[in-house]
Each structure stands twice: as C-alpha cells, then as structure tokens.
T-cell receptor, first 120, second 114 residues
Framework: DTEVTQTPKHLVMGMTNKKSLKCEQH?????MYWYKQKAKKPPELMFV???????INESVPSRFSPECPNSSLLNLHLHALQPEDSALYLC???????????????????FGEGSRLTVL | AQKITQTQPGMFVQEKEAVTLDCTYD???????LFWYKQPSSGEMIFLIY??????QNATEGRYSLNFQKARKSANLVISASQLGDSAMYFC???????????FGTGTSLTVIP
C-alpha cells in the first residue's frame, strides 16, 4: 500500500464554520506533513509531525489546528477561516530517516491528492 | 538565500522532443537528496526521480533522467521524447540530513505542443 488518502477532496465553507481535513497513510511513515498550495505556486509547509509529535509549525495562524491521533492519521481542523485561505491543502508522509547516507532509501515525500478548500 | 532555484517559469517543447528543466540548489550539508515532482492540473504531486548526494551516477527513471553536477550544485531534469501528458508544473526539491523539511523551488510550467 503506497497511498496517502485525503478527505474530503473538495470543501466549501463559510467563515464561521468549523471543518476538518483528514489524511491517512499505511506505509509506516513516521513523518507527516500539511502543505498549503496556491495555483501555480510551490507548496508552502504548514506543519510537520515526527513520531506523532509536532516538530515544525511554520507560524501558521491559530485558525488552523493540526492533530496527529496516531502514526497513520493526520487531521487539520479549520475554524473561522478567511477567503484568502482558499487553496489546495496537501498532506504528505515520508520516512523520518533522511536520504543520502542510506543508498537504498530515497526518503521522498508521498503526497495525497489534496483537498481543495474554498472559503466564502 | 533560496535553497532551491528554478529559473524557468514556463517552458514549451514540441511533442517527441527532449526538454531540460533547470534546478540549482544551495546547501552546506554534505548529505542531501534531490527530488523532482510533477503536478498536473488535477493537483496531485507525483514523484518522478531522486538523486542522492553520494550517488556516483546520474539517476534515470524511464524517460526521466537527472543531470547531476555536484560541483555546480545543479540537478536538471531531462525529459526525453515529450508527450502531451507531460504538460504540467514541475517542482525541484531538496531534503538535507538534518530534520524532516523539504525545500521546494518555484516550479516550471511545461507545455508540450502537438
């Protein structure tokens, strides 16, 4: 199983709504990521979890709240979002062990298909 | 300083021709990995090819090859025999030894012309 699955694929929400994005992987990866991506731009890192602990938070507004309930699941809770938060939200996972020193392990990011969020 | 630089915002190539997408990187870490991803208009990020800093040979995966010039800190992607389905955004990325962070370039939009 080499998939990262994200739900929902599309989400439309108002500025007062509370919603959640979900991500699941069964590749045994212990690093999981949330990225935000605007059209024709590179993915912007939001959060990284390593061994289910938040290891990187790229100064993301508190209206985005990540959660890693176990080693396979990653959630992103959304509350009181702004229209400028409309974007593609990508979940990804990878091995924690970095590449380079271990020739058989590439350590690439595996991405889900993304959740396309529209905030009205 | 930018960790990954892609200087070609947009590229055009004739179908069946080869095309090179440029990527330069900046790191002082002796051990790192370089990656190329393809993102079609559907949005999915597809891993294409990997080059490790200690790899002696350039990586190849089917029609994709990586022209790795370590001294110049460049890792250009070569796509041979372009197909219409190759039209997409292409991102170069790097992962250093320390931490779990990946650095992405700004991307190149490739259009294959019939």
């Amino acid at each position: 199983d080499t998939e990262v699955t994200q739900t929902p694929k599309h989400l439309v929400m108002g500025m007062t709504n509370k919603k959640s994005l979900k991500c699941e992987q069964h590749m045994g990866h212990r690093a999981m990521y949330w990225y935000k991506q605007k059209a024709k731009k590179p993915p912007e890192l939001m959060f990284v979890y390593s061994y289910e602990k938040l290891s990187i938070n790229e100064s993301v507004p508190s209206r985005f709240s990540p959660e890693c309930p176990n080693s396979s699941l990653l959630n992103l809770h959304l509350h009181a979002l702004q229209p400028e938060d409309s974007a593609l939200y990508l979940c990804a996972s990878s091995q924690v062990r970095p590449p380079g020193l271990v020739s058989s392990e590439t350590g690439e990011l595996f991405f889900g298909e993304g959740s396309r969020l529209t905030v009205l | 300083a930018q960790k990954i630089t892609q200087t070609q915002p947009g590229m055009f190539v004739q179908e069946k021709e080869a095309v090179t997408l440029d990527c330069t990187y900046d790191t002082s870490d002796p051990s790192y990995g370089l990656f190329w991803y393809k993102q079609p208009s559907s949005g999915e990020m597809i891993f294409l090819i990997y080059q490790g800093s200690y790899d002696q040979q350039n990586a190849t995966e089917g029609r994709y090859s990586l022209n790795f010039q370590k001294a110049r800190k460049s890792a250009n992607l070569v796509i041979s025999a372009s197909q219409l389905g190759d039209s997409a955004m292409y991102f170069c990325a790097m992962r250093e030894t320390t931490g779990n962070q990946f650095y992405f370039g700004t991307g190149t939009s490739l259009t294959v012309i019939p």
